[in-house]
């Protein structure tokens, strides 16, 4: 389990964007996102979850 600290997110609408970005990833299953945060199952690599994240333009530090 991966779980991230997501900035600035404030919304539905947030949660939305970076749900979609996390399902993106290969091998990915999205467990929970809510404001502030996500938890992931994934086979991705730190760099490939942080590409994806900084498409939808919050700033995101991988806990696990």
Do not use: W, Y
Not at 23 to 44: C, D
Not at 52 to 61: D, V
């Amino acid at each position: 389990m991966t779980t991230l600290r997501i900035e600035n997110m404030h919304c539905a609408a947030c949660i939305r964007r970076v749900t979609q970005a996390l399902n993106s990833l290969p091998n990915t299953t999205v467990e929970e996102v809510q404001l502030g945060a996500a938890r992931i199952e994934t086979q991705a690599t730190p760099d490939q979850i942080q590409a994806a994240m900084q498409k939808t333009g919050f700033p995101t530090h991988i806990e696990s």
